[in-house]
Nanobody, 118 residues
């Protein structure tokens, strides 16, 4: 049974940092893992992905230089380190898995709320 479970969300002030974690059980290690974000009133968008085959990483322009995606295969986990957070980073963050970055997502987590506010 596939299960993606996120953790690490919360309330943070602008300029602060958070680290999201996702444990992906039942998903093959060679699947790509990524993070999507749904801001209030907006559609869900992909913000970062890490390839399962070669570890290549991808970021949407709005988070480049601030967010870092990484993985620990031994722990079946993927992480998103978020620095220099801005109010526009507020939203529900979802962990996702697909055969490769850019492919249609096959598995979703339940989401974790990130709120950036003073």
């Amino acid at each position: 049974q596939v299960q993606l479970v996120e953790s690490g969300g919360g309330l943070v002030q602008p300029g602060g940092s958070l680290r999201l974690s996702c444990v992906a059980s039942g998903v093959t290690l060679d699947y790509a893992k990524g993070w999507f974000r749904q801001a209030p009133g907006k559609e869900r968008e992909g913000i970062s992905c890490i390839s399962g085959s070669d570890g290549s990483t991808y970021y949407v322009d709005s988070v480049k230089g601030r967010f870092t995606i990484s993985r620990d295969n031994a722990k079946k986990s993927v992480y998103l380190q978020m620095n220099s957070l801005k109010p526009e980073d507020t939203g529900v963050y979802y962990c996702a898995a697909a055969p490769e970055c850019g492919d249609e997502t096959e598995y979703w987590g339940q989401g974790t709320q990130v709120t950036v506010s003073s």
